[in-house]
């Protein structure tokens, strides 16, 4: 038996977090916009999408967790932006962000989407951020509405 899932997010009635790294105010904020905008063309309602910020992106998975366990939320979608410096650390965050949020994932059930743009320029990432590359915001989004629908189908999909 197979399940299928919509090819296009539906948000009519989901509940979404958004988690916002203060760092790089102008690309991060373009990116919440767009993930904003996928979710209202989606059908979302504007009162069901929670914008909390960030001190910056290593605290992107425990700001993620609060929202994942607090069952409010049936996806959490988070934005930041590292650059790549003159030493390694852009890269150990990266790292934990995204182990970080792919255990969250994995442990509560609940959908992450994943929109930490890691670049080595700014003109990088402006070109992620709604310019010539899209919208990585918007694809956060619309990846994680499309796992809350896939997980739903694959829970009715198994035999009780």
Do not use: W
């Amino acid at each position: 038996m197979q399940t299928d899932v919509p090819l296009e997010p539906d948000a009519a009635g989901l509940r979404v977090g958004l988690v916002v790294s203060r760092y790089h105010d102008a690309i991060v904020n373009a990116l919440a916009q767009g993930a904003t905008r996928a979710f209202l063309a989606a059908g979302g309602a504007p009162e069901r999408l929670l914008r909390v910020d960030a001190p910056g992106a290593f605290e992107l998975p425990v700001v993620a967790a609060a929202m994942a366990r607090s069952n409010a939320f049936d996806a959490v979608v988070c934005l930041g932006l590292v650059l790549t410096g003159e030493t390694r650390h852009d890269q150990y965050i990266c790292d934990a962000v995204a182990h970080g949020l792919q255990r969250l994932a994995i442990d509560t059930g609940k959908p992450m989407g994943f929109g930490l743009l890691t670049c080595q320029t700014l003109e990088q990432a402006k070109a992620r951020a709604g310019g010539d590359k899209g919208n990585k915001g918007d694809e956060a989004m619309r990846a994680a509405l499309l796992a809350v629908l896939a997980v739903r189908a694959s829970r009715r999909a198994v035999p009780s």
